[in-house]
């Protein structure tokens, strides 16, 4: 299943009640390994990953994806923890989360990682049907076991109609 992306403006909000705006790259993705460094562009380095399968893990590939912090939040927005993603060595860098939403943000020395407490969208300016939308693609997904899409295939589509068995 291909990823769905969208614009979002977001707001993360502290332990001292001050939040901090900004633009970021939504990408809600079934997938349960996600390479960043596909994502990350010039103009677009914030990203948040919206984890819409049913397992428990994610693996997140950070291999040449430095320096930037991976924040960690659950279902409700609330921050569940964070990772660094420095690059100081070769080969492959990964991590494995467990949180439904994962913000991948430049690194910033300065950055308050220690008081972040959750993080919500700006849904200023949307419509009560771009709301509703979007909260449905963002609902987990889950295909019975096998099977590789939602539409059922019928071999004999006349032996079907209309409740008719030949």
Known sequence: MKPYTISQNLILHFQDGKTRTFSALEIMSASTTISVKEWIKEEQKILLFSFIHSKLNTQLDLTE???FAILQFDEQ???T???LSFGNTPGSFGI???ARKALVIPFEKEFPL???????LDQSG???AEIFVEGLRRMPITLPKGATSFIKKVSHPQDHQRGKKE
């Open 65 to 67: 994806v430095s320096p």
């Open 96 to 98: 494995l989360v467990q």
């Open 77 to 79: 927005g609330l921050f």
């Open 114 to 120: 220690e008081s972040v407490v959750r993080i919500a």
């Open 81 to 83: 923890g964070s990772s």
């Open 126 to 128: 949307k419509s009560a």
